[in-house]
């Protein structure tokens, strides 16, 4: 602490959950555009990686909202916005976003598999059989007509389900842009500056999973679809710094009372996880490295490698965005006279082991998914997916 803090600010109230939470939901809405955008846009070249990252989106949306339920005093409260809603609170409407997010995701997958479900359907016997005819619903027919209802039920869905994404990872961002009280929360630009990171991230948990499983099996990389990725992630990685770059320039331009106590801020308890993490190492190394691939014809080994290390440092970038955000806006007296500190815990119930534990849950998952819902198989390319 430092300066003159009022006794209710001594403590950081919201703490490493509340950075894992925005996190989390980021990846969730950042994969599932990639998939849209293949589904959607066209874009071909995506095809191999669309259910994989629709699948992704997924399990990660399983545990979004984990962070937020250890975080609350009494979890089971949780359940209250859904059944008696206010509709002018941001939590009570993230609530049935959440709700109306996961059936569409989950519709996505249903139709997206139908066709591998009826294979298994018709290959099994006994008790699987049976659990795969409840999944199918009893429709168990599959011809031209029907991929072409499924194909086009997947596009619909994956059409609706992008502003629907946004708007999942796109409220985080403006609850904190609507703190007015908060001079490093308040602006207008929180919404549109989570969206663009929450791709960022979700681009760079595919091409690293991509590669690592990849990997593990010892099969070939599609390396179009990664290319595409990589100029993806390239392109939405500038988009989402030059923002928060330039709601910060416009600050220190103005020159007011709230850029006074930003720039301490800034320059002291933030200097090593804003500006040396976050903006020199983790931004400018991997738009570097971006940079090489996109402009240069590399060797693929080589392009691949700095790929996969541009992904593991954006997904560094984004997660000290959040912890810069979330745990930087409170460090802020509202004296605008002092700062206090804030050390994450080990072992705490909001401690650095459990947000581990939290976020590696989904990967494991991921791994159990496969078995049901198949990433990548031999025919991708002639599948309606």
Same mark, same amino acid.
């Given at each position: 602490?430092?300066? &003159?803090?009022?006794?209710?600010?001594?403590?950081?109230?919201?703490?490493?959950?509340?950075?894992?939470?925005?996190?989390?939901?980021?990846?969730?809405?950042?994969?599932?555009?990639?998939?849209?955008?293949?589904?959607?846009?066209?874009?071909?070249?995506?095809?191999?990686?669309?259910?994989?990252?629709?699948?992704?989106?997924?399990?990660?949306?399983?545990?979004?909202?984990?962070?937020?339920?250890?975080?609350?005093?009494?979890?089971?409260?949780?359940?209250?916005?859904?059944?008696?809603?206010?509709?002018?609170?941001?939590?009570?409407?993230?609530?049935?976003?959440?709700?109306?997010?996961?059936?569409?995701? &989950?519709?996505?997958?249903? &139709?997206?598999?139908?066709?591998?479900?009826?294979?298994?359907?018709?290959?099994?016997?006994?008790?699987?059989?049976?659990?795969?005819?409840?999944?199918?619903?009893?429709?168990?027919?599959?011809?031209?007509?029907?991929?072409?209802?499924?194909?086009?039920?997947?596009?619909?869905?994956?059409?609706?389900?992008?502003?629907?994404?946004?708007?999942?990872?796109?409220?985080?961002?403006?609850?904190?842009?609507?703190?007015?009280?908060?001079?490093?929360?308040?602006?207008?630009?929180?919404?549109?500056?989570?969206?663009?990171?929450?791709?960022?991230?979700?681009?760079?948990?595919?091409?690293?999973?991509?590669?690592?499983?990849?990997?593990?099996?010892?099969?070939?990389?599609?390396?179009?679809?990664?290319?595409?990725?990589?100029?993806?992630?390239?392109?939405?990685?500038?988009?989402?710094?030059?923002?928060?770059?330039?709601?910060?320039?416009?600050?220190?331009?103005?020159?007011?009372?709230?850029?006074?106590?930003?720039?301490?801020?800034?320059?002291?308890?933030?200097?090593?996880?804003?500006?040396?993490?976050?903006?020199?190492?983790?931004?400018?190394?991997?738009?570097?490295?971006?940079?090489?691939?996109?402009?240069?014809?590399?060797?693929?080994?080589?392009?691949?490698?700095?790929?996969?290390?541009?992904?593991?440092?954006?997904?560094?970038?984004?997660?000290?965005?959040?912890?810069?955000?979330?745990?930087?806006?409170?460090?802020?007296?509202?004296?605008?006279?002092?700062?206090?500190?804030?050390?994450?815990?080990?072992?705490?119930?909001?401690?650095?082991?459990?947000?581990?534990?939290?976020?590696?849950?989904?990967?494991?998952?991921?791994?159990?998914?496969?078995?049901?819902?198949? &990433?990548?198989?031999?025919?991708?390319?002639?599948?309606?997916?």
């Amino acid at each position: 602490m430092s300066g &003159f803090v009022f006794p209710n600010e001594l403590h950081v109230i919201w703490t490493v959950m509340i950075v894992l939470y925005p996190y989390t939901t980021g990846m969730v809405a950042g994969a599932f555009i990639v998939s849209s955008l293949y589904h959607v846009f066209g874009i071909t070249r995506l095809r191999p990686i669309a259910r994989f990252s629709l699948v992704s989106s997924f399990a990660f949306l399983l545990f979004a909202t984990f962070p937020l339920l250890i975080h609350l005093g009494h979890p089971e409260r949780a359940f209250n916005i859904m059944i008696t809603p206010h509709f002018t609170s941001a939590m009570s409407g993230f609530g049935f976003v959440y709700m109306i997010y996961g059936i569409l995701v &989950f519709l996505e997958i249903w &139709f997206c598999y139908r066709a591998d479900f009826i294979s298994h359907h018709t290959a099994a016997g006994g008790i699987v059989k049976a659990i795969y005819y409840v999944l199918l619903l009893g429709v168990t027919e599959q011809n031209e007509h029907t991929d072409q209802v499924d194909h086009k039920m997947v596009k619909a869905l994956a059409g609706v389900g992008i502003p629907v994404a946004c708007i999942l990872h796109g409220y985080v961002g403006f609850l904190f842009g609507s703190i007015k009280a908060n001079p490093w929360w308040s602006t207008p630009l929180m919404f549109i500056i989570f969206i663009f990171s929450a791709v960022v991230s979700g681009i760079s948990v595919l091409i690293f999973l991509y590669q690592f499983v990849n990997w593990l099996r010892k099969s070939a990389i599609d390396q179009d679809a990664l290319d595409v990725m990589a100029r993806l992630l390239w392109g939405f990685m500038i988009v989402a710094v030059v923002l928060e770059l330039m709601e910060l320039l416009s600050l220190a331009y103005e020159q007011t009372e709230r850029w006074a106590v930003l720039k301490f801020l800034i320059t002291g308890p933030l200097w090593y996880t804003y500006v040396v993490f976050q903006l020199l190492i983790c931004s400018l190394g991997s738009f570097l490295l971006l940079s090489f691939v996109t402009l240069i014809r590399l060797p693929k080994r080589l392009s691949n490698l700095l790929i996969f290390i541009s992904s593991i440092l954006l997904l560094g970038q984004v997660l000290l965005m959040r912890w810069n955000v979330v745990i930087g806006g409170q460090l802020v007296s509202r004296s605008y006279r002092g700062f206090t500190s804030f050390l994450p815990g080990i072992f705490e119930k909001e401690g650095l082991v459990v947000a581990a534990v939290i976020f590696i849950i989904p990967f494991l998952l991921l791994r159990q998914f496969d078995k049901i819902f198949p &990433f990548f198989t031999p025919d991708i390319r002639k599948s309606n997916a």
